[in-house]
């Protein structure tokens, strides 16, 4: 399993619980320091203690993350606490379900806000910052399968999470002369505390995956810390799927 640098610093969105938290913890059991938001900010708190406790370092900054003052504040958390910025995960992401001819603009707005213009300002604020210290970086950005294949009632959700692939590519071509990569990750179902809410989900996707069993956390947390290993230095304007072979059969859940 490959290993992020020791020494390091990351920046993290939506990180209190499910993908986020995890990646998080596993960046800080291998030495990197972290920046956590969220806009829970007790949730945040418990998952800064959980990486605490087992001797990582983490620092919370809680808001929400399509706030651009927010950012800022994870930016300049990262330099005053950490010296640098090495690592920026825009992970945070609000999928609503809904009917197309009935989806109303309200949460609309609001999807796009977070899935779209958090990530869009995390990884500009970022790239600047990284760009300052002249010394590279990485930049991984949160996708789904539903931004490339069809699924129903999330026609805004998949339209964003296509939009977050195409962005990974520009920017991979626009940061690489600075030595930054950027890539995005597309998760297929994930067992995690909210999409576990529906009691049916293990089974579902059980049915559902070639694999036979919805992702971990633990999955797409390996993945990303692949991504922002010294491994993937060659690696840039990518999306990678970690979705037990969904995509390449796609069936939709009943
Ligand atoms: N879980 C899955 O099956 C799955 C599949 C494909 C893609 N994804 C994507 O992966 C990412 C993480 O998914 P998850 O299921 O772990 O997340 P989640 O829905 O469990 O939420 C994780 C955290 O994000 C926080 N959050 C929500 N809005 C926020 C905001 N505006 N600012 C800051 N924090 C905010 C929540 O408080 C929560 O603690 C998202 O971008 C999601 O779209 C998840």
Redesign the pocket.
Known sequence: MPEVEKKKVAII??????????IARQLAEQGAAVVL????ED??KR?AEKIENAGGRVTVV??????LI?IDQMVQTAIETYGQIDYAI??????TFGDFLSYPLEQFQQLV???LQ??FFLAQKAAQQLIKQGDGGRILL?????GHQYHPDLAA?GMS?AA?RMLAKSLGVELAPHGITVNA???????????LSDPSYNEIWSKLNPTGR??T?QD?AHAALFLLSPHAGQITGQTLVV?GGWTAVSPPPE
């Open positions: 969105t939506g990180a209190a619980i499910g993908i986020g938290f995890e938001n969220d806009i829970d949730a945040a998952a809680a808001g929400d993350s399509s706030d927010v825009a992970n945070a992401g609000i999928t806000n977070v899935n958090g990530t949160m996708s789904s399968v539903t959700y999470k977050i990750i597309s998760p297929g179902a994930t067992a995690t505390e909210r999409t919805p992702g956390v797409v979705d």
